[in-house]
C-alpha cells in the first residue's frame, strides 16, 4: 500500500472512531499508528477526502455523529449540516450564485454541493471562501439561490 492511501486508510478510521477537534490532534493519533504526517500533508489529504470541521471536529462525507458514525448519511442531509454551518451569505449576480463562507470552507461546501446539487446548478467553481455556482440563467440563478437561503434558515 502505498504511504498516500495508507495516510487515507488511517484518517478514515480515526475519524470514523472518534472525535478529532484539529489537525494536531489527528497527528499525534495517526502518529500512534505508525503513520507520519506533516500538518501541510494532512490538511492536503482532509482536503481531499472531502473533510469538513464543524465545531463538533472534523468529519468525513461517509461519517456522521452519534449513533450514524461510519454510516454513508445521504448527502442531502450532510449538505443542510454544512451549509448550515458555514455559508454566510448568498448572492445572485446574474446566472452566478456566490456562496460566502469562513476562511477555508468553501471547497469542503462546494463538493458536498457537487454530490447533491440541485437541478439547475451547472457546476462550482471554489476559492478559499467563496463558491461561485453555474447555472443556465438568471431564473435558475434566482432557483438556486433560494434553495441554498432555505438550507441554511
Known sequence: MSDRRRRFAVIKEVLTRGTISSQDELQREMASR?????????????RE?????TPAGYRLPT??????????LDPAVEL????STFVQHVQQAASLVVVKTGPGHASA????????PHPDMVGTLAGDDTILIAT???????RVTQWLRSLIS
Request: aromatic share 2%; hydrophobic share 35%.
Open 136 to 142: 443556465g440563467g438568471s431564473d435558475e440563478a434566482g
Open 34 to 46: 505508525g503513520v507520519e504526517a506533516t500538518q501541510a500533508t494532512l490538511s492536503r489529504d482532509l
Open 63 to 72: 461519517a456522521g455523529g452519534g449513533s450514524d458514525r461510519g454510516r454513508p
Open 49 to 53: 477526502l472531502g473533510a469538513i470541521k
Open 109 to 116: 461546501l462546494a463538493s458536498w454541493l457537487d454530490r447533491a
Open 80 to 83: 443542510r449540516i454544512t451549509a
